[in-house]
């Protein structure tokens, strides 16, 4: 065994002595400090040959040591490695065999293309021209040829396609006019022809083989797709003149439909709503048949809607079927801007309404010179097996001669409103609004609202601003929450900072922060309003909820 280093000798696996590092012509440096090339204790064994390179015209071998990783091989002249002869001449051949056998497969692979190339020719259903060339163009399984007797030679091609007494066409050496012919009068078999071959670039052929591709619309297809924009336009709240005045929407379907489709107006959207609605209402009727025969009665719901002097009565019907699965469908939707928002008025409509959908019958006499209407037949109620309308009193008095009871969600909103409005109740939010404008306003005020929460522990936050119409008292819920958690913190901030406070700028509608200040029990009223709007409004959106008679507050005002 032979240390590795300068004046040291190696030593192969079969016992041989190489000469040591550096006392041949060539003198190998280590390859960084750490390398331990250079040291008197280290001992080298050849384990196998991995490559060879010239370095200067000079041969070179990648020696791998035994024991050590492929990070520590060097390549070695041939200085270093005497009695390695054998093992270099075995390497030498091993990459000669090695490269003969990569030629051999590289030619193999060669001849098997080339003798694959002359089996396609030779089953090719083409047919020699007369200059020995070959007809492959798939455009020739619509032409048959005709040759002149003495000379071989393609003189003229007649289009199968065409009515037999067509003349035939002259050919002239390629397939253009053919293709052009095919093109301008079958347009079908060019379609196929050139989907076939993939061919959709050239020259003028590519125009007419994209005209081609463009989808046929017909009548029952053009009404089908006029029903479906009416649909979507509908569900998604567009405006119903959509179509006929937004030019990038025709655009759209110009780019897929060339001219074969144009999108509807306005005149054919509102005729294919209400068809769409007719088709609707159908649907609704035969569910309400079925649900009768089965012995089952819906339920329906109903309430008044007003904006701008437009009023809506609308009306839902909803119920179980015998699997217990809910559904629910809007019955109708009335105009009620021109008529009384009575009783009366209410539970007519409602009746004829529940009436034309096949729930019970409802019939009446016209109006005689004193205005009295006779009612013929009015068996609806029968069919009806319950009714949840709004709390007003109209609706409540026209609801009468239905089993039922009002809205929960109104009922709750009722409750609360008549709380907040309260007196003792309403001048405390009067003071936490304005408490919640000077912090929300005032840079001073949020900096030392901030200082007392962090003293605190407290999440550094503002109150939440009461702008919640949504529900009309959701805003009163959120900012009773946050003062009755940042109470600690509120009081510091009076008891630290009353002049700053003071000298603060006011609020926008010339308030000062001191004259919001909660004093006294004002601090009992805001934990109890939390307590009672949390619970009605988990009450109003999770009506799932059972709540114990225990958790249940009673308000002591």
Known sequence: MGKRGRGSKRQSASGVTLRA????????????PFDPAGSDE????????????LSGCIPQWLIGWKGYSDAADTWE??????????????????????????????????KKRKEEAEKSKQDDDGFEDAFGGKRRSACWKHFTIQKDPETGKITSVKCT??????????????????????????????????????DVNEGSSAQGTIDELVPQVSAEKRDELHKLISLWLVRCRRPLTLPEHDAEFRDI??????????????????????????????????????????????????????????????????????????????????????VRHTGSELERATKVACASFGIGEYRRDAADDDDVVTVLEDTVSDFIHATCSDNASNIV???????????????????????????RVRKVFMKLRGMTMHFNHSVIGSKLLRQCQKRHDLPESKPPQDNDTRTGWGGACKQATWYCENQVAI?????????????????????????????????????????LLTFEFECLYDPNIL??????????I
């Open 397 to 423: 008095n026209g609801w009468r001669c239905f089993d039922g009871h009002e809205c929960c969600d109104h009922t709750i909103a009722l409750i609360v409103k008549a709380y907040l409005d309260h007196p």
């Open 21 to 32: 590092q550096g006392t041949g012509p060539i003198k190998r440096t280590q390859q960084s």
């Open 77 to 110: 002249p041939i200085d270093n490695l005497v009695g390695h002869e054998q093992a270099i001449k075995a390497f030498r051949e091993r990459r000669k065999e090695e490269a003969e056998e990569e030629s051999a497969s590289f030619a193999a692979k060669k």
């Open 253 to 338: 379907f110009q780019c897929i439909f060339k001219d074969q489709y144009t999108p509807p107006t306005y005149k054919l959207v509102m005729q294919n709503v209400l068809a769409i609605s007719a088709e609707a209402k159908l649907r609704v009727v035969w569910y309400l048949k079925e649900l009768l025969n089965e012995g089952i009665l819906p339920s329906i719901g109903g309430d008044i809607w007003s904006q701008g002097g437009i009023s809506v009565f609308g009306i839902l019907v909803y119920w179980l079927d015998k699997n217990f699965v809910y559904h629910e469908r809007l019955l109708a939707a009335i105009p009620f801007s021109d």
């Open 491 to 531: 009081q510091l901030y009076d008891v630290d900072n009353p002049t700053k406070a003071a000298t603060a700028v006011p609020n926008p509608d010339g308030s000062v922060y001191k004259t919001h200040q909660l004093v006294g029990d004002e601090w009992d009223v805001v934990r109890e309003s939390m307590y």
């Open 161 to 198: 396609l065409c009515p037999p007494e067509n003349a035939p066409m002259p050919f002239s050496g390629n397939t253009t006019n053919l293709r052009s012919h095919l093109s301008s009068c079958h347009k079908d078999a060019f379609s196929q022809i050139s989907a076939a071959s993939g």
């Open 42 to 53: 280290v001992e080298y064994v050849v384990d196998t040959i991995k490559a060879e390179r």
């Open 547 to 556: 709540y114990p008679a225990s958790t249940r507050y009673t308000s002591s």
